[in-house]
Every structure is written in structure tokens, then in C-alpha cells.
């Protein structure tokens, strides 16, 4: 039986990841750890506190528990990184290579690094990126990220280290409302038409972006991390997609269950950030090597995230 160790278990994609792997693998089979506790976790032990810069208490969790495969989802987002550049770089990068120091020296056996749409840049190819191409971010985030492929391609070409890994695009979710990204209106703005009949949005109303939802996201993470090691043919990171909309077309889409819905925009710094990005992915080397395959687009996505949200918040719009 696997023993899973997950990092930043408190964020928006880490509360839901290690619930489902709890799911598949058991709950004590899965050790969520995170420099906070997060509600949704507090009553599903195991949990532990970790500073991801403490390499010396990693290494105890792991030998300690066993651990043979980490989910290493502990990082600064985009637009937070922004504000201290150097804590995002010492944060996404020594935390990173710690993980890949265990596995070189063969303690654990298998390794998830998420990486992100930010690694693109104005060089890069705006509408269907490819898999391969020049990488010039204009983050911290993005930077950390871009530097964090090439080191998990070195660790796997020269110490034979099984790590994998996707691009997420802005990842939507019901389960909670994040902070410190780029891509958090399209969250936002669900909670905001059921709660006030409003939003204003921090984007430009044409800005298009690539977009995955939740469920999406988790089954193309287990989906890659499950997958044949001879299926594995990237070992910088994956490209993955499978939506792409602005803000005025998703207002759209809701505005046609919610009538009364309202949207303004109010563009902040994160606009240049969003404007350095790809409008739209192509992912089908991760369709041909390991079959990835998404289930909702945005019309799917609407429904799913109001009616799980209206039962949230007991509302009837």
C-alpha cells in the first residue's frame, strides 16, 4: 500500500487532493501537512505541521510514516508572490529540491510537482500553446515554477528520479475561495452572484484565460501519477487545459441562470500578469501519453459549481 505525504494539504488544491486520495487509498494511508491547519482537515487526522524549509523534519515525517510517494503542492501563488519576491523564490524552490534530495537518495519512490501556466510568457505562443516552447515569465511565481521543471527534468535524467508533472491552468472549485492568484475570479464570481447579485471583477472583461475545473484537476493528477512510468515521456511538465473564457463570457453564462447578475471590472495589477499569459493550451501530448481526457467545460462547470454553492449558502436564485 502507497503512503502518501501531502504538502500545503491547506490550500485550494490540497484540501480536495488529499480528501480524494484518503478516498482511494484510506485516511491513514495519506499524511496532509501544511504550516496552517486547515478547517476542512481539522477533523480528518492525520495532519502535521511542517515548514517545508525544515528538511530535517521532512525527512522525520517521511521515515517516520513510511512515505513513498509525495504530492509536493506547498508554494507562494502569483499575484502573492509579487509582494516578496525573494520569500516565493527561497519557498518554491528549497522546498522543491528537499523533496527531490529523498527521492535521489531513494527514500521515497515517487514524486508530484505542479507547475503552471504562469512559466509562459510574452515569448511564448498566446493561442494553443504548445508543449514546448520558449519560457520567459513575468513572475516570481512563474520564475520559481519555470526553474522548478528544469530541476525535476535534471533530477530524472541524471538520478533516475520518478517525478512528474502538469501546467495547471486557473483551477475553479467550489470547495473553497483562494487567495493570491491570478485566476481566482472565476471562483469569486460564483460566491458573489449567489451572495450579492454582483461582482466586480480584477480582470478586463476580454481577458482570456485557460481553465480547469476541480474534479478535472484531481483526476488528471491521479490519472498521471497512476500512469505507467513508460507513458511518461515530459519530465519538465505536462501541458494541461480544458476550457478557455474571459470574464464577460462566464458573467454570460451565469447571467443566463441568474438574470439579476451584474458585473464590472475594475482591472488591478494583476491584469498585466494575466495579459503575459496563453489564451488557450494544447495539451494533447498529455491526451496521447496518458490519456488525459477533461469531463467539464463551461457550461457543465456553471451548473455544477451553482448547485453545490446554492446548498452551501441555502439559497434558491
Known sequence: MEKILVTGATGQIGTVLTKR?????????????????????????????????????????????????????????????????????NINLNGLFSILDLAKDGIINKIFFPSTIAVFGNTTPRIQTPQNVPLLPQTVYGMSKTAGELWCNYYNSKFDVDVRSVRYPGIIGHQSIPSGGTTDYAVEIYHAALKDGHYTCFLAKDTRLPMLYMPDALDATIKLMEAPIENIKVRSSYNLSAMSFTPGEIAEVIKKRIPNFTMNYKPDFRQDIAASWSESIDDSQARNDWNWLPSFDLEKMTDDMLDNLRAKYNRNV
Do not use: C, M
Open 21 to 89: 486520495l484518503r478516498e482511494k487509498f484510506g485516511r491513514e494511508n495519506v499524511i496532509a501537512t501544511d504550516i496552517k491547519e486547515g478547517e476542512d482537515l481539522r477533523d480528518n487526522q492525520p495532519f502535521l505541521f511542517l515548514d517545508i524549509l525544515n528538511k530535517i523534519r521532512l525527512q522525520e515525517i517521511v521515515q517516520d510514516h513510511g512515505i513513498t510517494q509525495i504530492y509536493h503542492l506547498a508554494a507562494i501563488l502569483s499575484a502573492s508572490g509579487e509582494y516578496n519576491p525573494k520569500k516565493t523564490w
